[in-house]
Structure formats: structure tokens, C-alpha cells
Nanobody, 120 residues
Framework: QVQLVESGGGLVQAGGSLRLSCAAS????????MGWYRQAPGKQRDLVAR???????NYADFVKGRFTISKDDAKNTVYLQMNSLKTEDTAVYYC??????????????WGQGTQVTVSS
């Protein structure tokens, strides 16, 4: 099984910054995509950003120009640098990874989430 552990969440004032980290471990043959999603109370889970094994990146429109996703393949870790935070960014942020545990078996794993709270 592939486990994902997020860290870096917390409380920050509007306009501030946070850096989230997500480390993958376990039975990993390869990782195709790692991404960040967020969910506020009463709302759906939305894609924030994702990065592929080839370093292709996609961002949600509401974070373009403010957030940056990156990865360290040697550490099986993905990062989300969040700048110019707004109160509407308040949510639980979840890490997701898609890949293979063997050459013929896929995985789709989620972290437990890390709370990001932006105060005014």
C-alpha cells in the first residue's frame, strides 16, 4: 500500500504564506501524478494543482499566480508553496498520488489532510 503524509498546514493571516509537503512511501513501482486538492465545509473537493512524472503542471484558475507546485523525485515528495493567501483559501488540503505498485497494478492514494486557516 502507498501512504501519503501531509505537513505544513496551520493558521496564517491574509496575505501570508505557507508551504505544504506530502511524502509518499510504501510499495511504489512508479508515480504518474501527484496533486493537491482542497475541501471547505459544505463544499466539494476541488483540484488545486497537479504535477506529472514528466513535470507537466496544471493549476486551478483561482490559484494561478499565487501557488506553486513542485516535486523532489528522490524523496517521493510534492510541495505546494502558497503565497498571497486569502480567507477563501481556508480548507483542508489533501495530497493525492496516482501510479503503479507493480507493472500491472495501479494505486490511487490520499493523505489524511492538513488544515489551512487564513484569518483576516
Amino acid at each position: 500500500q502507498v501512504q501519503l503524509v501531509e505537513s505544513g498546514g496551520g493558521l496564517v493571516q491574509a496575505g501570508g504564506s505557507l508551504r505544504l509537503s506530502c511524502a509518499a512511501s510504501g510499495r511504489i513501482f512508479s508515480i504518474n501524478t501527484m496533486g493537491w486538492y482542497r475541501q471547505a465545509p459544505g463544499k466539494q473537493r476541488d483540484l488545486v494543482a497537479r504535477i506529472t512524472s514528466g513535470a507537466s503542471i496544471n493549476y486551478a484558475d483561482f490559484v494561478k499566480g499565487r501557488f506553486t507546485i513542485s516535486k523532489d523525485d528522490a524523496k517521493n515528495t510534492v510541495y505546494l508553496q502558497m503565497n498571497s493567501l486569502k480567507t477563501e483559501d481556508t480548507a483542508v488540503y489533501y495530497c493525492n498520488a496516482l501510479g503503479l505498485i507493480t507493472r500491472t497494478t495501479t494505486f490511487n492514494s490520499w493523505g489524511q489532510g492538513t488544515q489551512v486557516t487564513v484569518s483576516s
